[in-house]
């Protein structure tokens, strides 16, 4: 069954941090690029970071060296380590497969308050 499952979002004062967690079923994970994706209300969703199977990782202009992703191919699950958190991260994070999309999970909350 093809699965996304994120979790590890919450309510978090600015300039505080969390860690985003996402278990994907093998056939999405395995060997392929992984991305955290982001939507905040009324706009388009964003790639935020992707990590390919080897390690090698990208992250979105508005990063600006914040945020860390990294995989655990054993586990099947990526991970996305967010500090210095802005008002305007809050959004819903989801996590996919970048160049072969799949159904969409149900993402995490994340809510960072001023």
């Known amino acids: 069954q093809v699965q996304l499952v994120e979790s590890g979002g919450g309510l978090v004062q600015a300039g505080g941090s969390l860690r985003l967690s996402c278990a994907a079923s093998r056939s999405i994970f395995s060997g392929n690029l992984m991305g955290w994706y982001r939507q905040i209300p009324g706009k388009q969703r964003e790639l935020v970071a992707h990590?390919?199977?080897?390690?090698?990782?990208n992250y979105a202009d508005f990063v600006e060296d914040r945020f860390t992703i990294s995989r655990d191919n054993a586990k099947n699950t990526v991970y996305l380590q967010m500090n210095s958190l802005k008002p305007q991260d809050t959004a819903v994070y989801y996590c996919n497969a970048v160049a072969s999309m799949q159904p969409w999970g149900q993402g995490t909350q994340v809510t960072v308050s001023s």
């Open positions: 990590i390919s199977s080897g390690g090698i990782t």
